[in-house]
C-alpha cells in the first residue's frame, strides 16, 4: 500500500484474450495500492468477462462504447484520456497491438490511448506462433521506437494447447511494472554516459574477433535512467536490441572507436556506466583483402586494446565512474581489484559462470560493490530491476558525497 503519495489514475484497456480474468486480478491489485482505476473493455474483452467484474472490483463505470451518448457524457474519452497518470492494456492481443502501430482508432480503446500523453505499457499475450509472427513484431518494433513500454509475455502452458512465450505475466509483476514507470524523475539533474554491447575487431573485411555480450545490460540501465528522468548517451557496440526512445545513440564498433566516443562524452556528463564488454584484445594486422585459406595453422597475433575505464579513473574529474566485472573465479577479490585499479566508484560483478547471471540472458545476479569497501549481493532479477538498483547506488553514493 502506498500512502504517502498523490492518489494516482490507471486506465486499463482489456482486450479479448482468455488472460482476462488475470486483468481482473489486476484491478484488484491497483486499487488495493490506492490507484483509482478506470476500465475499457473491448467488444472481444466482454466475449470473457462481464463489465460488472470489473465495475465492481474498480468502484467506476467500465467505458466499452464510444458512441454511446449516456457513457460519453459521463466519462469522456477525451477526460478518460487525461485522467490517466499511467495507461495499461493488458491483455493486449494481436489485434490491438497490429491496431495500435497502425495508428487506427476505431473502437473506444484505441481512440482513448489514441489522445493520452500518459505513458503506455502494453502487456502482449497470446498463442506462441502469433508472438513470433514477424509481423507482430515488426509492431512490437515500431511502438517500442515511438516509446510505448511492454512487459514481456512468459513462458509456459498456453490455454491454446501450446507450451511456450505467450503468457499474460503474473498480476503482480505487472503492477511492479507498473509502479516502476511511475517512479518519481530523482535523476532529472544526472546526464549519464553508458556503454553497452560487445566490440567487433576486424581480421579481415569479412571476419572479426568478438564476444557474447548481448548489450541488453547497458541497453536496460538507458532505459532506466530515461524513465527516471535522465539525459542518457548510449555508446553501443553492434546488438540487436532497439534503442530506448529519448536516448542519444552513439553506435561504434571497435574498442578504439567506443573509446573515442567515450572520451568525446565524458565532458559533458555527470556519470559513466561502463557496461559495454570492451574487447581487451585487437589483431595486429588487419587485411584489407579476404584472407585465404591454407594447410598449415594460422596464427592470429593480437595487441591489447586501451582500458577506456581506466583512462577515465586517471582523469575522474568529478565524474561518478561504475564498472562491470565479469567474472568466472574469486568474484569479490577480483571485483575489488578492478574497482582500485580503475579509480571506480562502484562495480557491478557477476559471476558469468552462474545460472540466470551474465552475458545473453534478461536475468542477471549482481554483487555491488562501492569505494567503502561496502558489498551487496542481490539475488536472481531481471536486467531492468538490477539496471534500478544500481541507479538507486549511484544516486546514494551522490548524496554520500
Ligand atoms: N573495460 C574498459 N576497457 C577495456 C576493458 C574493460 O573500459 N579495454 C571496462 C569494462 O567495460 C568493465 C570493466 O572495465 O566495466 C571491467 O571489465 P572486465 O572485462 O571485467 O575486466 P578487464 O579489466 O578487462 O580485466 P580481465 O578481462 O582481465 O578480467
Do not use: W
Not at 509481423?135 to 494447447?161: D, H, S
Not at 567503502?372 to 554520500?400: C, F, V
Amino acid at each position: 500500500m502506498v500512502s504517502d503519495r498523490k492518489k494516482l489514475t490507471a486506465v486499463l484497456g482489456v482486450t479479448g484474450g482468455i488472460a482476462c480474468y488475470k486483468a481482473v486480478e489486476l484491478v484488484r491489485l491497483l486499487v488495493k495500492d490506492d490507484f483509482t482505476v478506470r476500465v475499457i473493455m473491448t467488444h472481444g474483452a466482454r466475449e470473457f468477462v462481464t463489465p460488472l467484474t470489473f465495475q465492481t472490483l474498480s468502484g467506476n463505470p467500465v467505458a466499452t462504447d464510444p458512441f454511446d451518448l449516456t457513457q460519453e457524457s459521463e466519462i469522456g474519452h477525451i477526460n478518460l484520456a487525461d485522467s490517466a497518470d499511467i495507461f495499461v492494456i493488458a491483455p493486449a492481443t494481436a489485434n490491438v497491438i497490429g491496431k495500435i502501430a497502425a495508428g487506427i482508432a476505431d473502437d473506444l480503446l484505441t481512440t482513448v490511448l489514441m489522445a493520452t500523453k500518459a505513458p503506455v505499457l502494453i502487456a502482449p499475450a497470446m498463442n506462441i506462433h502469433m508472438y513470433e509472427n514477424p509481423i507482430l513484431q515488426e509492431n512490437l518494433r515500431k511502438l517500442r521506437r515511438v516509446g510505448y513500454y511492454f512487459i514481456e509475455p512468459t513462458e509456459g502452458f498456453l490455454a491454446c494447447g501450446y507450451e511456450g512465450k505467450g503468457r499474460l505475466p503474473e498480476p503482480e509483476n505487472i503492477l511492479a511494472e507498473i509502479q516502476r514507470l511511475l517512479r518519481k524523475k530523482d535523476l532529472a539533474d544526472e546526464r549519464l554516459l553508458i556503454t553497452a554491447g560487445p566490440n567487433r575487431e576486424p581480421i579481415d573485411p569479412v571476419r572479426y574477433i568478438s564476444n557474447r555480450s548481448s548489450g541488453k545490460m547497458g541497453y536496460a540501465l538507458a532505459r532506466a535512467g530515461l524513465n527516471r528522468g535522465a539525459a542518457v548517451t548510449l555508446v553501443s557496440g553492434p546488438t540487436a536490441l532497439e534503442p530506448p526512445a529519448g536516448a542519444r545513440l552513439i553506435p561504434v564498433t571497435t574498442a578504439a572507436e567506443m573509446r573515442r566516443a567515450v572520451l568525446e562524452e565524458f565532458p559533458s556528463c555527470t556519470a559513466v556506466i561502463m557496461a559495454a564488454a570492451v574487447s581487451d584484445y585487437r589483431p595486429i594486422e588487419y587485411s584489407s583483402t579476404k584472407m585465404k585459406r591454407g594447410k598449415t595453422p594460422l596464427e592470429l597475433r593480437l595487441e591489447p586494446n586501451p582500458d577506456i575505464l581506466k583512462e577515465l579513473g586517471a582523469k575522474k574529474d568529478g565524474k561518478l565512474l561504475i564498472g562491470f566485472a565479469a567474472e568466472t573465479d574469486d568474484l569479490a577479490a577480483n571485483a575489488k581489484k578492478k574497482l582500485r585499479e580503475k579509480n571506480l566508484d562502484m562495480i557491478v560483478a557477476n559471476d558469468v559462470t552462474q545460472e540466470g547471471s551474465g552475458f545473453d540472458g534478461d536475468t542477471n545476479i549482481a554483487t555491488i560493490v562501492d569505494r567503502s569497501g561496502a558489498s551487496r549481493a542481490l539475488p536472481l532479477m531481471t536486467k531492468d530491476e538490477l539496471a534500478d538498483q544500481i541507479l538507486d547506488h549511484l544516486l546514494a553514493l551522490k548524496s554520500r558525497r
